[in-house]
């Protein structure tokens, strides 16, 4: 079973607790009235709702809406700003992760990030997929090899890039860049997966590969991506949330949100009259 995340170091770790279903679609957080603040600025406004396991939850809104903030939040990489600080809850496995005694590195290692740009080390495809494992204490040649082809096969690279396995990542298009960032995440064997718009720096094609992707993927882990693509948080999310000032305005089923919002406000995003 793995530890999820670490108590003070007077404290027992907290470990991930069997996988009772209480309900027929579990869920992966609830998010309990969070607030974001950068300094004086209100980023996140009192935010409730919860995501359900192995599904797609889009976020969506104008830029400065919130929904980036929101999802760096998760896994805590607003940390890394300053004078950003979070109040309310995000609960995962009965545990609130934006409290003082977690242990950052092992909670984003259950709850991994891709981001807008793919990123990959200037190093192998094979060494971008075992830079952290390495860092974490695996060694041997054999579990790195399969470790290094199951992540691949899951991010649907493999098949493109067995022969090339210790050629530069920077030799990959882009869309191939971003699937291997995919598969880099993939390795740590998180059960979210933040996605800060994926496929927004991609062509169409690529695009395409990165959605089929996500759609194969929700079979095996709790997925939440943020898009400006309208179009494509139709097309591959179950439930969409709509944020609007650093508030969530709505969420509801991504084909409600489509075709018959309870709101105007996202009624007129959707539409396009505003945003």
């Keep these: 079973m793995k530890i999820v995340m670490e108590q003070k170091k007077d404290s027992k770790p907290l470990t991930k607790q069997s996988n009772i279903e209480k309900e027929n679609k579990p869920v992966a957080l609830n998010i309990k009235k969070l607030n974001i603040y950068y300094g004086d600025n209100h980023a996140v406004k009192d935010v409730s709702f919860s995501i359900e396991k192995n599904a797609v939850t889009a976020l969506i809104g104008p830029s400065g809406c919130g929904k980036s903030t929101f999802l760096r939040s998760i896994n805590r990489m607003n940390d890394l700003i300053p004078g950003a600080r979070s109040t309310g809850g995000i609960i995962y496995e009965d545990v609130n992760l934006i409290g003082d005694d977690i242990n950052v590195v092992a909670l984003r290692k259950e709850i991994g990030m891709v981001f807008q740009k793919p990123n990959p080390f200037p190093k192998s495809i094979y060494n971008n997929i075992t830079h952290a494992l390495k860092f974490n204490g695996i060694r041997s040649k054999k579990k790195l090899d399969v470790i290094v082809e199951e992540s691949l096969r899951k991010a649907a690279l493999w098949d493109e890039v067995k022969d090339r396995l210790h050629e530069s990542a920077l030799s990959l298009s882009g869309g191939q ?60 999310s179950d439930k969409t949330a709509f944020f609007l000032n650093g508030v969530l305005v709505e969420f509801d089923q991504t084909d409600k949100i489509f075709t018959n919002p309870s709101k105007k406000d996202t009624e007129d995003y959707i539409t396009g009259r505003f945003g």
């Design 177 to 236: 860049q971003q699937r291997l960032c995919i598969a880099r995440t993939l390795a740590m064997k998180p059960s979210i997966l933040l996605l800060d718009e994926p496929a927004s720096a991609l062509d169409p094609i690529s695009n395409a590969k990165i959605e089929d992707l996500i759609m194969e993927l929700k079979k095996e882990y709790t997925i939440i991506i943020v898009t400006h693509n309208m179009h494509q948080a139709s097309r591959i």
